[in-house]
């Protein structure tokens, strides 16, 4: 919105710095990052009264998590309003890969809103139907997919990009919207089953969303696409301005969900967060490079699928507790040891990734 007053400038004034994404993107951080001090508070209240005995804990769960019984949920709300607010105030709304990206978080937020409305009436973990979830993400991320390839150049319509090759595609045609459904939704519940702990989700994404923002600024920029050897994708740099404003976001929300949490980000802002991740790797041509940077929500997401099928086939269990971050506190690991810990692995994971840039 405030981009329009670069066309106030003369080229050597004050409002010449709003051609500037990197101008804009740190007006965009602080913007989210002072609505989230600003509003956590009062939304915190406004949640406690309203849900009375909070977020339903889990009978099988570890013991230790009774205690945070009464906790309310649905402080992904916090993150969503300041990250709508920073984006529609500095984004250029006449990009449509920023419409793409915000639709799909608001898209997977509502499905989010509705399984943990269900969770607190009923009071039981049990909310959504998962078909039902798995049937709305699908149509939000496959409209997405098809849209991204719409926008994006022909010559990388319908392409996937391989990292560490230099100018190495691989035409999935028709297969390109399953294909980045897959990703989009995979994204989305992997972050959803990684938020299980006070503060475990919410910093991994931080540090994979920074990351994504590099890598979009880079593939955004064509002096800066060409150097590193990688697809150059028109408008994608704009998704910078989208990322500091989540990143802002986060930290607000972070204030309040660091341990002991006041409020639970809940499905409304695990799914939004995972399915942003999930388009801005589909929109930036970086699908497999996700995998790598968001390889520690991939692990919890495995651990899940490999207890499962596990289970069902000798009726015995590979972890004491799925997801893994739960196994790691049946084996008597601290709750601030299992997240401190993660986020290292995350920010390793994301210098990786970013790595994979410059590595071709």
Known sequence: MLYWLATLSDGGDFFNLFRYITFRAGGAFFTALIFGFMFGRPLIDLLRRKQKKGQPIRDDGPQNHFSKAGTPTMGGLLILAALIVGTLLWARLDNGYVWIVLLVTLGFAGIGFADD??????????????????????????????????????????????????????????????FSVIVILGAANAVNLTDGLDGLAIMPVMIAAATFAVI?????????????????????GELAVFVAALI????????????????????????????????????TKHEIVLAIVGGLFVVEAMSVIIQVLYFKRTGKRVFLMAPIHHHFEKKGWGEAQIVIRFWIIALILALIGLATLKLR
């Open 117 to 178: 409305y269900a969770k607190v009436t009923k009071q039981h973990h049990a909310g959504l139907s998962g078909k039902v979830r798995l049937a709305i993400g699908m149509v939000i991320a496959a409209v997405a997919a098809g849209t991204a390839a719409w926008l994006h150049p022909a010559a990388l319509s319908g392409q996937l990009a391989l990292p560490f090759f230099k100018d190495a595609l691989i035409n999935l045609s028709i297969l390109y919207v399953p």
């Open 216 to 236: 979009a600024y880079m593939v955004g920029n064509a002096n800066f696409a060409n150097y590193l050897g990688v697809h150059f994708v028109p408008g994608t």
């Open 248 to 283: 802002g976001g986060g930290l607000g929300f972070l204030w309040y969900n660091a341990p002991p949490a006041a409020v639970f980000m809940g499905d409304t802002g695990s799914l939004a967060l995972g399915g942003a991740l999930g388009a801005i790797a589909v929109v």
